[in-house]
């Protein structure tokens, strides 16, 4: 299991956040915190693999843990889930050594994209022999990945499916939610959202939110990559 704290001034936030990560297997949240100076001590008492990071915090900003982590010799990884889009707060996020930076608002699906993608990622790192250059390139694969070849794929993914979905993305006028994506290819919707997640996860491709009068918001993607 993969144990996660969530740092969180909303507690309602805090609640469904919680939930979403409970939803994904191996991930289980062992506590929460509403400030930095009770991340700290939690942290100190529940040694989490992955903390879920907000900036905006009552007593500090959030980037500001990660140094007081590191200095008491706590070694989790954080994902930031914030609202903050200033160029800062992303750039400092990256110097800090973050393995995901996800915007809010968001969905269970993001969220969970990227916990498996993190999960995958840690399982590369964590391999008990590091062969070659190509095992420490998939251990610090994020963000921007190349195009889909059957390396960079997750098991159980084509590249000629991917291929498909990356050109009808490319060709697209706007952007597709994945039933069309689905009708235009003949595959299947649950198919065609696989990938079109994979994409997103990878920054190959922007997801959008439609909001329609009932009912979930729909998740429409386009292609960002070159």
């Known amino acids: 299991m993969i144990d996660v704290m969530i740092v969180e001034d909303d507690f309602m936030v805090a609640r469904i956040h919680r939930g979403f990560v409970n939803d994904v297997a191996r991930f289980r949240v062992v506590g929460t915190a509403n400030c930095g100076e009770q991340a700290l001590t939690a942290v100190a008492e529940l040694q989490p693999d992955l903390v879920l990071l907000d900036l905006y915090l009552p007593d500090m900003f959030g980037l500001e843990i990660i140094p007081r ?32 930076y996800l915007l809010k608002p968001f969905d269970a699906e993001d969220l969970r994209a990227r ?56 060709a697209a006028d706007g952007s597709l939610s994945s039933a069309e994506c689905a009708a235009r290819l003949g595959v299947s919707r649950v198919s065609a959202r696989r990938y079109l997640e994979h994409f997103s996860v990878t920054g190959q491709a922007e997801v959008s939110l439609r909001y329609g009068q009932a009912g979930r918001p729909e998740r429409r993607y386009s292609w960002v990559a070159g």
């Open 69 to 100: 982590l590191r200095a008491a010799g706590h070694d989790c990884d954080v994902m930031v889930i914030s609202a903050a889009r200033e160029s800062e707060a992303v750039r400092g996020a990256v110097r800090q050594g973050v393995v995901d």
């Open 115 to 170: 916990l498996e993608q993190y999960a995958a990622r840690r399982g590369n790192l964590y391999a008990a022999v590091v062969s070659g250059q190509s095992d420490v390139d998939r251990a610090l694969a994020r963000g921007a990945a190349p195009a889909a070849t059957a390396a960079s794929l997750p098991k159980g993914m084509s590249v000629e499916t991917a291929e498909l979905i990356e050109r009808e993305l490319r």
